[in-house]
């Protein structure tokens, strides 16, 4: 007779795609984003704390799928509702601006964070939750609330310890790619939904300009491509004329680098000062025949040349006339802040997510270098990116309430300040105090108590306390400072020894003898001088 196993004991492992936080992670990511909440605080903006699960009617992206209607989230049927676990900040963002729009200010302005869930395939680095930082401001439709979002993000960087010169944030605009797809011939204002293939191509192609470069983009917008491996993808099936109208787009960033650098050579030969931001010449000022001071230049000088580009680019479209009238003026509202081009330009290569916007979209990338798994150097690249969404709260309400926003991604901020040596220290551990004398637990209590109340970070040892070795493995397990001890004999004699652990760990690892006796690792203090001898000794590791 086969013997009964009993119950299956269940396995102790997270679910496929989650992970778990411990303390000096936990701590890590709450002092970042309290040093951003700040930021956004300083900047006017309110917090606000919604709820994880939304109704899948709120959040929206239905599939025709019956038993799982909106693909991408954790949803479930309760009472004839469906519900889903957020999958991001801003969905909940417009269900309470249309919720409550009688009730805010208007604009609103709020930060948001918190942890958003995606049920998507988790792959190494890509986990299914994960936090999110938002702000965004709804019911401004003037661009200076898109330029605001950028000039805040770039404190927010700057405060967590993101230097300047480590990042840049890139601003474009969704009309401008509206206005080269209208004179490529691929975009009709009187049906938008027409050559919507061929656009989502060009889109997709435009992005990988950094993997495929040039000619790989060109091949996408013509025919096709084929890979090293031989796979074809098809592509958008543009005619050369239009091919070059994209091209030009695609190619405004070299276009204007080199600009840029012949007027820098020029500037050169004559003698004349240049800016090392954008490598120029500085041009003249009309009624004196001077070149324009530095900072004007440093300021002014890039986003005029790109702002230029691109309007040649639109030409008569009025969709991408607009769209370069409102990145001109953002960077003419940044500039008169002192946002110049060492922290924030205009870039026509962030198209990234535009099918969500309706204008301005703006992405931030670190530009240090890092080293990958093989011990390649790359740098670390995107850690948040937003933009203008005009068209969200109207599903709600049915009129258009214009609305701009950016987000974080929590994780990779993180990631990216432990990669620079720039996270906060972790939380110091707390003073130990050892237990020598069971009978004694109320005395051991009581000097917690005063450690306590005296602002220090302080526990009694809870465990067996047989083994005095186990309690300082503990102790040094917790990264603990500090141990008390006071056995019979020192209680007898009102006293208490103090051992430094810090110092303690470097003596065994070989210390100097003249640190050993100008600073003993353990020394015995009267029981009512506890208090003043542990934080002359915490002082003193600083």
């Not at 299914?128 to 927010?156: K, N, W």
């Amino acid at each position: 007779m086969a013997k009964d196993k009993g119950p299956r004991r269940p396995r102790a492992q997270t679910p496929k795609g989650f992970r778990d936080y411990f303390g000096s992670e936990v701590s890590a990511r709450r002092a970042m984003l309290d040093r951003i909440a700040a930021v956004y605080h300083r900047y006017g903006f309110d917090a606000l704390e919604t709820s994880a699960v939304e109704t899948v009617e709120a959040l929206g992206k239905f599939l025709p799928d019956v038993d799982r209607p909106n693909d991408g989230v954790f949803a479930w049927e309760e009472e004839g509702d469906w519900l889903a676990l957020r999958y991001d900040l801003t969905a909940p963002l417009a269900r309470v601006a249309a919720q409550y729009r009688n009730d805010l200010p208007s604009p609103y302005r709020r930060y948001a964070m918190g942890p958003v869930w995606r049920n998507e395939k988790p792959g190494p680095g890509r986990f299914r939750q994960f936090y999110q930082c938002d702000a965004d401001t709804v019911g401004a439709a003037s661009v200076a609330a898109d330029a605001e979002i950028c000039a805040m993000l770039a404190d927010a960087l700057e405060a967590v310890g993101i230097e300047r010169g480590d990042y840049v944030i890139r601003v474009n605009n969704r009309k401008v790619l509206n206005g080269v797809m209208e004179v490529a011939g691929i975009l009709d204002p009187a049906d938008p939904s027409k050559f919507e293939a061929e656009r989502g191509i060009v889109l997709r192609a435009i992005d990988k300009l950094d993997r495929l470069g040039v000619e790989g983009v060109r091949a996408l917008l013509g025919e096709g491509r084929k890979d090293e491996s031989g796979d074809f993808t098809k592509g958008a099936g543009l005619g050369a004329a239009q091919t070059d109208v994209v091209m030009k787009f695609v190619d405004a960033n070299r276009a204007i680098e080199a600009s840029l650098g012949a007027l820098a050579s020029e500037a050169i030969e004559k003698g004349l000062p240049y800016s090392r931001y954008t490598r120029a010449m500085y041009s003249f000022d009309e009624k004196t025949s001077k070149p324009l001071s530095v900072d004007d230049e440093a300021e002014v000088y890039r986003s005029f040349a790109t702002v230029n580009y691109l309007r040649e680019i639109v030409s008569d479209s009025k969709i991408g006339a607009e769209g370069v009238a409102e990145l001109e003026e953002i960077a003419n509202l940044l500039a008169a802040q002192g946002y110049g081009p060492d922290r924030i330009i205009i870039d026509p290569s962030v198209v990234r997510g535009l099918g969500y916007y309706t204008g301005p979209v703006f992405e931030a990338e670190l530009t240090f270098e890092i080293t990958d798994e093989k011990g390649r150097p790359r740098q670390f690249g995107s850690v948040a990116g937003g933009g203008r969404y005009d068209d969200l709260v109207k599903r709600f309400t049915g009129q258009a309430v214009p609305a701009t926003g950016v987000s974080i991604g929590v994780d990779r901020l993180l990631a990216a300040l432990a990669a620079k040596g720039r996270l906060e220290e972790s939380a110091q551990g707390p003073v130990v105090v050892t237990v020598m004398d069971r009978a004694r637990m109320a005395e051991y209590m009581a000097m917690v108590g005063e450690l306590r109340a005296a602002g220090i970070r302080a526990e009694m040892y809870l465990g067996n306390p047989k083994n005095f070795g186990n309690q300082l493995k503990y102790a040094d397990k917790r990264e603990s400072p500090i141990a008390v001890i006071q056995g019979e004999e020192e209680a007898a004699r009102g006293v208490v020894q103090v051992k430094d652990l810090i110092l303690g760990a470097k003596i065994a690892a070989q210390a100097t003898v003249e640190e050993w006796k100008s600073q003993p690792a353990q020394i015995e203090v009267p029981r009512s001088g506890l208090v003043s001898a542990v934080r002359e000794i915490l002082g003193r590791q600083g």
